[in-house]
């Protein structure tokens, strides 16, 4: 017990308060395989309450296992320093999320003090706590002992391990005497209570003293009581409390929340109980957390003053934009403050208003369990922020808004009542309005993906680019919103530009479909890209950095598909498509195509025959020359990926629905040339430049006429020819599918020969398609797996002349003569 004096001592000398120095602490191991809770001897946080997150140091005593194993089994602390004393020796390790730890120093029981005054700089309460927090966004908080993977680490075995107990604590509380408990709200109360409870008693609050844990009257007396809360389950009997006595138990029985933050408790809770379908039920909105957590990473709110900060979510919902800012601004009060004056300091500087009423309680609750221990005092106000004037002002002089505004459109019935809708008929751009005419020092908004690049957000975008230097865009995937099927994008800006100030910094951000779980789990995103440019006098607007974007300002210049030609969308009916087509003929159809699913490249499907009567049509689209030679190529995406159109000639005059387009030569064109153009759509440049420049489900005939072409067009057509011979064939050759992608990487090569690309931009468009699938009806591999030759194009590996093993390099670079050698080593050239 003298050595843990001996590190306490040090400790309160470095800055750490006496009441964040914990002996015997308890916590739940979720790093573990077999889960179970761990104790610590002694602990030094930089914050109270204890969490991992605040953890900063531990020490320990080394048993049978060695350093390492006995460094690896507290990884589910936190603490990113662990002293292990092994006699009278003590050595300090860094924890690691992965890998084995790495030892730092080692020093004798008696250096203890004198090893703490060394590193006194860098162990610092305070000091480890911003390298926690904000290291991974500020490399000036940095320090090389604390794993910036460790916290992400246990926070999503923490997420995943609370997640799963809240839903069977729900699942025993919902069945109410047999039947399913007709009013969620209610059951959001009671586990809001069961929950707070749990979180006093594992911390061992004095005020868990006060009842009797093994009565659940007790137990919600005293928590309503404590955060003066109205009882919920007054006069019942005991057998309408069985079902909630049962989930009190599996919560009492299930990970301890010792170690826990109390924002992650707020996260889960909030998560867990607005399911999509008490969302759909109650009208409750919320925001994905680790969504929210990106965005208010992402303003980097350490380099505003502190003391004039105000934080405010309008449409708050469920309030997680606010547990989120919660935690970041905490982080950055100072050390020594009590929590009664870090929760009189933030309940002064963040507020929210909502519409919906049992939303504001969701918000609220969620903010009380975040700020654990302090009871209520947090300003979540039921208001109609579309009534005239309402929303400027709540908005007035905020310092950073945050907000996911409601998506859908203003009705007839809104157009009547608020002045707001009749200025524009979206209520994101409304709401965006409001916000950038307050001028708020930052801003983090959920809008619709479209904002990204779309006509309709031009002005908003460019007064955007006029007020901040620092703006970040990030395209998010379908599904993103659990309960919501929509497309999605996050605005993050920051900064507010001086009036001389005439640069903006733009950094762009995608999270592909594939990293749609694991940005949701630990905000990892899968593509980041930068640029810092002059802004004009009249801003444009441009603040999206696309994909590829060196290249498509190198094609700028080049024909433009819509040059060569004329593109229109298929028939549309007054009736449901699916049953304006036929197997067999009949008066008043024609053969063509109704559906473009699963089509893939240089090939047709199988016709059906079309309802072309004319009082069954809508629009004019029969009215186009179907029966002159054309491309045919689908109007919607063919896949998530960057493969998205497929395109084939036609010359039998077949016609196409909606979900076709026709592509008509704008002059005398020969099966050459249509071939040729097929091979251009189907190529790498056509596919990418549409998967950036059009929406995710669609394909606009806008893009579609601006995708860039060669200016002279590629002879492909007896490689093309070869292909479909192969393709319809039908021989079972035991190469045929290797042959097939032989084929199709010479067509692809001599396409892009004909751009003339350099071998570095080349390779940027090739490595875009990573191991995406083709809509090509065989076996597809990456041009670089089937010839990964590097620093060539396409058409030079396949040439032969650049083999590896042969001495190519020899033969292409040759030497200089002797004299021209000596001369320019004479002058230093």
Not at 46 to 64: D, M, N
Not at 607 to 617: I, Q, S, T
Not at 630 to 642: D, E, I, V
Request: glycine share 6%; net charge negative; with cysteine.
């Amino acid at each position: 017990m003298i050595s843990f004096d001996l590190f306490a001592q040090a400790a309160e000398a470095t800055g750490y308060r006496r009441e964040a120095l914990v002996r015997d602490y308890a916590f739940a191991d979720v790093l573990a395989v077999g889960g179970g809770t761990r104790s610590v001897p002694f602990a030094a946080f930089t914050q109270t309450p204890p969490s991992y997150r605040s953890a900063a140091l531990a020490v320990v005593e080394q048993g049978s296992e060695s350093d390492v194993e006995t460094v690896q089994a507290y990884r589910s602390l936190g603490a990113p320093l662990l002293f292990v004393i092994s006699g009278e020796r003590v050595s300090v390790w860094q924890v690691r999320a992965d890998g084995a730890p790495r030892r730092l120093d080692q020093v004798g029981l008696a250096e203890v003090s004198a090893l703490f005054e060394r590193n006194r700089a860098d162990w610092q309460p305070d000091v480890i706590h911003r390298a926690k927090s904000i290291g991974s966004i500020d490399r000036a908080y940095q320090r090389d002992f604390v794993d910036l993977g460790l916290l992400p680490a246990v926070e999503g075995e923490i997420h995943v391990k609370l997640g799963q107990l809240l839903v069977d604590t729900m699942q025993a509380a919902q069945c109410v005497v047999g039947d399913p408990l007709s009013d969620p709200r209610q059951l959001f109360r009671i586990v809001f209570r069961l929950l707070a409870a749990k979180v006093l008693q594992d911390r061992q609050h004095a005020y868990a003293a006060t009842w009797n844990p093994a009565d659940l009257v007790s137990v919600l007396r005293a928590i309503e009581s404590y955060y003066s809360l109205p009882a919920v389950l007054a006069g019942k009997s005991e057998t309408e409390l069985a079902p909630f006595a049962a989930a009190w138990a599996i919560l009492r029985q299930g990970i301890s929340f010792s170690n826990i933050s109390s924002e992650d408790l707020a996260f889960v809770y909030e998560n867990t109980f607005v399911t999509p379908e008490t969302r759909k039920q109650l009208g409750t909105h919320s925001t994905p957390r680790q969504l929210a957590e990106y965005a208010v990473s992402r303003l980097e709110l350490h380099r505003f003053e502190t003391e004039a900060l105000t934080i405010y979510e309008p449409f708050a919902g469920a309030g997680v934009f606010l547990v989120s800012a919660l935690r970041h601004l905490r982080d950055l009060l100072p050390g020594e403050w009590s929590d009664q004056e870090r929760h009189q300091f933030l309940v002064q500087r963040l507020a929210g208003d909502e519409y919906d009423p049992f939303a504001c309680e969701v918000a609220t609750l969620s903010l009380i369990l975040a700020d654990y221990p302090n009871q209520n005092g947090w300003h979540i106000s039921e208001r109609d922020l579309f009534a005239d004037g309402v929303l400027a002002d709540r908005l007035r002089d905020q310092a950073v808004i945050l907000c996911n505004p409601p998506f859908e459109a203003f009705s007839q019935e809104d157009r009547e009542v608020y002045a707001l809708a009749r200025q524009t008929y979206s209520k994101p751009v409304a709401v965006l309005n409001a916000a950038l005419a307050a001028r708020p020092l930052a801003l983090a908004f959920v809008l619709p993906r479209p904002f990204i690049q779309d006509r309709q957000f031009a002005e908003q975008r460019r007064q955007i680019e006029a007020l901040y230097g620092s703006v970040e865009l990030v395209e998010l995937p379908d599904r993103i919103f659990g309960a919501a099927d929509i497309e999605s994008a996050l605005l993050i800006a920051r900064d507010l530009r001086p009036a001389q100030a005439d640069t903006i910094a733009l950094l762009s951000t995608e999270v592909a479909d594939r990293d749609r779980l694991a940005f949701l789990k630990t905000g990892k995103v899968t593509v980041q890209r930068t640029l810092e440019r002059p802004v004009d006098d009249r801003p444009q607007g441009d603040l999206w950095i696309p994909p590829l974007h060196t290249l498509w300002a190198h094609l700028a210049h080049n024909p433009m598909l819509g040059e060569q030609l004329e593109v229109h969308r298929g028939l549309e009916w007054n009736y449901a498509q699916d049953r304006a087509w036929s197997r067999e003929p009949e008066p008043g159809y024609r053969l063509g195509f109704a559906t473009a699913r699963n089509l893939n490249q240089f090939v047709l499907p199988q016709p059906v025959w079309l309802d072309c009567r004319a009082e069954k049509l809508r629009g004019n689209a029969i009215d186009h020359l179907w029966d002159q030679p054309k491309l045919m190529a689908n109007a919607g995406r063919l896949s998530r990926g960057p493969w998205r159109i497929g395109a084939t000639p036609d010359r039998s005059g077949l016609i196409g629905s909606q979900q076709w387009f026709g592509m008509w030569p704008r002059a005398v064109a020969d099966d050459y040339k249509l071939v040729a153009l097929a091979a251009i759509l189907n190529g790498p440049i056509a596919n990418a430049y549409l998967a950036v420049h059009s929406p995710a489900k669609g394909i606009r005939i806008s893009a579609v006429n601006a995708i860039p072409i060669p200016k002279a067009l590629p002879d492909v057509a007896e490689l093309v020819a070869d292909y479909r011979l192969l393709l319809m064939s039908g021989e079972l050759l035991g190469d045929r599918d290797a042959r097939l992608c032989e084929l199709l990487v010479e067509i692809d090569a001599r396409v892009l020969a004909a751009y003339d690309l350099s071998p570095r931009l080349e390779r940027d468009l090739l490595d875009f398609f990573g191991g995406a699938e083709r809509p090509v009806a065989h076996d597809w591999r990456n041009w670089n797996l089937l010839h990964p030759t590097p620093g060539l194009t396409l058409a030079e590996r396949l040439s032969g002349r650049f083999r590896p093993g042969k001495s190519w390099v020899g033969k292409v670079f040759k030497p200089l003569p002797t004299n021209e050698a000596e001369l320019l080593r004479i002058y230093g050239v």
